[in-house]
């Protein structure tokens, strides 16, 4: 038998047994991740890029309808899964853990924020910019508080705690959260006025997974904080002329990358999207 034809005789004999040991591609096919608000921006980006690399994406929304970016990135990989989810209901991320029971999450994301006033916005217009004006002290609009602090700070809490056997469930047994550098404490030499709901929120995640992870780091789990640095989503491209910002495809890389590097000794750290540690 000529050795070439050999070769390929013992490849695919191999493949047949079973994956071959470190490849990445083969072990990435049983990978999971899940995404809160994968619908557009870095949650979408992440799901996109995910998908890509052939793992498994269970991307979340809390629309009234399916939003098209995603039905359109489900037609592309056959390994994106659509879940309607507000993380604000206990009911709901519960209802999402029993139809995903069994089912194990190597990487949760805990990316769903609010960041402004939307509400003018139409429901599926996503290059509108909102209204940041009401986070201005003296013009403060205090039911968008409400409904930050349920989003940013509760939201994660809720789909940590509620999908935690799933990701228990996984090998890589990581959880994100997707933060910013505008929730720190010690990194601004002079505070800076506004966005202050924003911020607010920002801060308390960051302690809140601070505690998560000192909570599941006895069961192996990985918990990190993102700052994906000054992103230009599609909700900013007014901001596309102003130096400095970054592309969301260059930024949710980079943060695949260091959550890909991020083992039990990095747990309850805020890191920037390259993996430099960020000042809380």
């Not at 519960?94 to 006033?117: C, E, F, Q």
């Not at 989003?151 to 056997?165: F, Q, R, S, W």
Request: aromatic share 6%; with cysteine.
């Amino acid at each position: 038998m000529p050795v070439g034809t050999s070769r390929t005789l013992l490849f695919a004999l191999a493949l047949l047994a079973g994956p071959l040991a470190g490849s990445p591609q083969l072990a990435a096919a049983a990978d999971t991740v899940l995404i809160t608000g994968a619908n557009s921006g870095i949650g979408l980006e992440f799901a996109k890029q995910y998908a890509a690399k052939g793992w498994t994406v269970i991307a979340t929304h809390r629309r009234a309808r399916t939003p098209r970016s995603l039905t359109d990135l489900a037609a592309k990989f056959s390994k994106v899964r659509i879940e309607k989810l507000d993380v604000t209901s206990v009911e709901q991320v519960s209802a999402l853990a029993a139809r995903l029971a069994g089912t194990p999450i190597d990487v949760l994301i805990n990316n769903a924020g609010v960041y402004n006033d939307r509400s003018k916005c139409a429901e599926d217009d996503e290059s509108c910019p909102g209204d940041w004006t009401v986070e201005n002290f003296g013009s403060l609009k205090y039911s968008l508080l409400d409904t930050m602090m349920a989003v940013n700070i509760k939201g994660p809490l809720i789909v940590t705690e509620g999908l935690y056997k799933n990701v228990l469930a996984s090998t890589q047994k990581k959880i994100v959260a997707v933060s910013s550098s505008n929730g720190t404490l010690t990194g601004e030499a002079q505070p800076r006025p506004g966005l202050m709901f924003y911020r607010m929120t920002k801060a308390a995640l960051n302690r809140e997974m601070q505690i998560v992870a000192a909570s599941t780091r006895k069961d192996g789990v990985t918990v990190i904080m993102l700052n994906p640095g000054p992103t230009l989503t599609e909700h900013q491209e007014y901001l596309k002329n102003y130096a400095g910002m970054l592309q969301t495809s260059f930024t949710v890389e980079n943060m695949i990358n260091t959550i890909g590097k991020a083992t039990l000794a990095d747990t309850g750290r805020f890191l920037r999207y390259d993996g430099a540690t960020e000042p809380w």
